[in-house]
């Protein structure tokens, strides 16, 4: 699987839009963008995913470059509930035996009232 | 619908005592399972996972050991726990509808 980068920490205020912003430049073409988040003390949650076509569901929109070698995921209106940390996993397709999820560090999103 | 069950919640045991976390899935058949692991402040690791009763494939070597008895329960053992142990555990299965992972709420367990 490719490698994600991902700012480590950052802040938004409550009601404003969160952009958390995701570099994989050694993307292949079969791999998906993932994005996961965790809350404290809990399990991380799916998001959002996608190939090369922006994305959006009731919970957040992906934007994928023209060249996939980064993503943003935009949380419209950010709520306090949104503090997590976001994970940003590129990988193929499929439960293949080697093609586990795997999580780096993520980005840790503080929603501010 | 498809849930993931985990239990207990929390576990406080001694070292060299043993262990045993069990995972159960709902609303559908087959399923892939995975175990993580999430030491205190730190990422999420791959412990183990299963494509099928029986089968279970191991990522790190460890004083933790998996069982699938049945099609929907994943097992999580140790004969005796150590200190290094501790931590958050987190069940997992694949979910077809979008090739991610669902997971459960988690074990916390802490080894004294």
């Known amino acids: 699987d490719a490698k994600t980068t991902q700012p480590t920490s950052m802040d938004c205020a409550e009601g404003r839009a969160a952009n958390l912003p995701c570099n994989h430049s050694t993307i292949s073409g079969n791999e998906y963008v993932y994005w996961y988040r965790q809350i404290h003390s809990q399990g991380p949650q799916y998001i959002i995913h996608?190939?090369?076509n922006n994305e959006t569901n009731e919970m957040a929109s992906l934007i994928i470059t023209e060249d996939r070698k980064s993503s943003t995921l935009i949380l419209p209106h950010a709520t306090l509930r949104d503090t997590a940390v976001y994970y940003c996993i590129v990988r193929v397709s499929g439960f293949n035996a080697g093609n586990m999820l795997t999580f780096g560090g993520g980005t840790r999103l503080m929603v501010k009232p | 619908s498809q849930t993931i069950h985990q239990w207990p919640a929390t576990l406080v045991q001694p070292v060299g005592s043993p262990l045993s976390l069990e995972c159960t899935v709902e609303?559908?058949?087959?399923?892939?399972l995975y175990w993580y692991r999430q030491a205190a402040g730190r990422g999420l690791q791959l412990l183990f996972y299963s494509v099928g009763i029986g089968q279970i494939s191991s990522e790190v070597p460890q004083n933790l050991s998996a069982s699938r008895p049945q099609d929907r329960q994943f097992i999580l053992s140790s004969k005796k726990l150590l200190l290094s142990d501790s931590g958050f555990y987190l069940c997992?299965?694949?979910?077809?509808?979008?090739?991610?992972?669902?997971f459960g709420s988690g074990t916390r367990l802490t080894v004294v």
């Open positions: 996608g190939l090369k």
């Open positions: 997992a299965w694949g979910d077809t509808a979008n090739y991610g992972y669902t």
């Open positions: 609303g559908t058949s087959n399923p892939n």
